[in-house]
């Protein structure tokens, strides 16, 4: 998420603090960065609100869903497949699959391979 004022100027190192739409007691509490960027990682879903202020009277207050804009849940149909986003595509299946051989293939021709130490000149 991003804080300006109201020229678009960001609010840099500015204080904030997230509370689940239920609570009293924040959430997270930090700054932004320098360019008015700050980050949370909701534990759940729904209503959020986010406080920012700079110090200097100047206060920021809006109200967000995170089921809206970060579209956390899956829908129905994959739930019933079981169909997970985050698995491997095809090619990157098949890469795996030619790295395992050639990793094996490098481990037996270096065990075949290998020879016994002799000393120099002995």
Do not use: C
Request: no cysteine; charged share 30%; hydrophobic share 35%.
């Amino acid at each position: 998420m991003e804080a300006e004022y109201d020229d678009g100027e960001p609010m840099s190192y500015a204080s904030i603090e997230i509370f689940d739409s239920e609570e009293k007691l924040p959430f997270q509490t930090g700054r932004t960065d320098r360019n008015g960027r700050f980050l949370f990682y909701p534990d759940k879903m729904g209503d959020w609100r986010v406080a920012v202020s700079d110090g200097m009277g100047h206060r920021l207050a809006l109200k967000t869903n995170i089921d809206k804009i970060l579209n956390l849940k899956k829908t129905n149909e994959q739930q019933a497949k079981g169909i997970n986003e985050s698995s491997p595509s095809r090619y990157e299946k098949a890469l795996m699959g030619i790295s395992i051989i050639f990793g094996i293939s490098g481990i037996l021709f270096w065990w075949r391979g290998r020879r016994a130490y002799i000393p120099y000149g002995k």
